[in-house]
């Protein structure tokens, strides 16, 4: 069985850019949460898909968009880039969306210049 | 979700047992205890949940107060590797806006030799 997965690693943009991370969920989890985590603090939650659906969104602003395909696997985009979307993302898959463990992948560290 | 509270850091000798505790005063009936720890750099990994009885897995032992006011993580042998930054969180399992993970700043334990 294979665990949650991101790609890129790494990855480095300039400000106005936009990017593009993903996410693999864990075998058999239908959903999958993404998060960010800045220097020296605790993950932040931005929002969480649950089969194909937006399933509750964070505090963050509408350029942080994201998808889930019909395999699960889901992405993370960010528009027009600015140099405080440096960090590290995270992603963590579910089984259902309430009540089960979230299980969360290695991350993508984004830096913008 | 209820509000933790953790020391900002713990120091323990490797081989000891390290004992990490959370305030959650706060917490309402229908919220479980979760622990994560985060290795420098790393997604955070699950080690154990509860909801009012004390737990135990291969990782670690949860120990949670009667009234469910706190808890306290056991790992009753600690290595060099189980310095990281672990978190408590207490997560609602029937909120209907998704099942987000709120981190607060945790506590910093680090493993002498």
């Known amino acids: 069985e294979t665990g949650v997965t991101q790609s890129p690693t790494h990855l480095i943009k300039t400000r106005g850019q936009q990017v593009t991370l993903r996410c693999s969920s864990q075998?058999?989890?239908?959903?999958v949460s993404w998060y960010q985590q800045a220097l020296g603090q605790g993950p932040q939650f931005i929002f969480q898909?649950?089969?194909?659906?937006?399933?509750g969104r964070g505090n963050f602003p509408p350029r942080f968009s994201g998808l889930q395909f019909p395999n699960y696997s889901s992405e993370l985009n960010v528009n027009a880039l600015e140099l405080d979307d440096s960090a590290l993302y995270l992603c963590?898959?579910?089984?259902?969306?309430?009540?089960?463990?979230?299980?969360f992948g290695p991350g993508t560290r984004l830096l913008v210049l | 979700d209820a509000k933790t509270t953790q020391p900002p850091s713990m120091d323990c000798a490797e081989g000891r047992a390290a004992n990490l505790p959370c305030n959650h005063s706060?917490?309402?009936?229908?919220?479980?205890v979760y622990w994560y720890r985060q290795i420098h750099s790393q997604g955070p990994q699950y080690i154990i949940h509860?909801?009012?009885n004390n737990e135990t897995n291969e990782m670690a032992s949860l120990i949670i107060t009667e009234d469910r006011k706190s808890s306290t993580l056991i790992l009753p042998h600690a290595t060099l590797r189980d310095t990281a930054v672990y978190y408590c969180?207490?997560?609602?399992?029937?909120?209907?806006?998704?099942?987000?993970?709120?981190f607060g700043e945790g506590t910093q334990l680090t493993v002498n030799p």
């Open positions: 963590a898959s579910s089984l259902e969306a309430r009540g089960e463990t979230q299980y």
């Open positions: 075998s058999g989890h239908n959903t």
């Open positions: 898909y649950y089969r194909e659906e937006e399933n």
């Open positions: 706060t917490i309402s009936g229908n919220e479980y």
């Open positions: 509860g909801l009012k």
């Open positions: 969180i207490v997560r609602s399992v029937k909120e209907t806006s998704g099942s987000r993970l709120t």
